[in-house]
């Protein structure tokens, strides 16, 4: 993979290069309605250049289809260009971690809530137990908003990932979700200038975020459906 990144075109699609690999990601839920684990769905066939939708209206998602222009999308960026950490709107500080929220970022995966809220479990990082589970569900948030770190040395715990985006799906929910940007890839904006890379972000595909090119999870209020069969 040489030199993968994403740009945004003004009012278009997610221009995407390097032959990133694109797959759809799978909320899975248990019985009450938690997401408990990611699963990996359908695998696109790789490419070395594709465009991907961020209006909200290709009948051939996630590519575009050139809908932008009939639906005369107005994708203007909103999102500022500052690092995470001077976004992060609470710190929670525990006696074993740290976790960072910058709720800008919040796609409403809800992984947070997963065995108890991820905030809870940091104040009880005395817990290993406790302190492994913050962390686990810091990591599996897809957006970045939430970013657990060691309290001594203030290192970021981060899942392994390699340069991929994910489709993501809810079925128990019934609504599909934004683009998961894995593994440190670049996003350019539509004036040439580069948001902050980093290991895990979210990017709009449903066209209502008020927080462009990034998620905000308004594709959950909108119900988004991207014609996936589970989502029906």
């Known amino acids: 993979m040489k030199n993968p990144k994403i740009t945004v075109t003004k009012d278009g699609p997610y221009q995407v290069s390097g032959s990133i690999p694109l797959a759809k990601e799978i909320i899975i839920s248990d019985a009450k309605g938690i997401p408990i684990l990611w699963k ?73 809530h997963r065995a108890g809220d991820a905030w809870n479990l940091t104040e009880r990082s005395q817990d290993p137990s406790a302190k492994k589970t913050a962390i686990h569900e810091a990591c599996d948030c897809p957006s970045g908003r939430l970013v657990a770190r060691d309290p001594k040395t203030g290192k970021a715990f981060e899942p392994e990932f390699s340069p991929s985006i994910g489709v993501i799906e809810n079925p128990r929910k019934k609504h599909s979700g934004p683009l998961w940007v894995k593994g440190r890839i670049r996003v350019r904006g539509a004036n040439g200038k580069a948001y902050e890379v980093r290991n895990r972000v979210t990017l709009c595909r449903c066209g209502r975020s008020k927080n462009k090119p990034f998620c905000d999870g308004t594709h959950v209020t909108m119900k988004f459906k991207d014609g996936d069969p589970s989502v029906k």
């Open 40 to 112: 990996r769905g359908k695998k696109f066939p790789l490419q070395g250049t594709y465009n991907l939708c961020r209006c909200g209206h290709s009948k051939d998602k996630p590519f575009c289809d050139g809908s932008h222009k009939k639906s005369r999308f107005k994708g203007k960026e909103t999102a500022p260009h500052i690092p995470h950490k001077d976004q992060v709107t609470e710190t929670t500080t525990g006696p074993g971690l740290v976790l960072d929220d910058a709720e800008a970022f919040c796609a409403v995966a809800l992984f947070c």
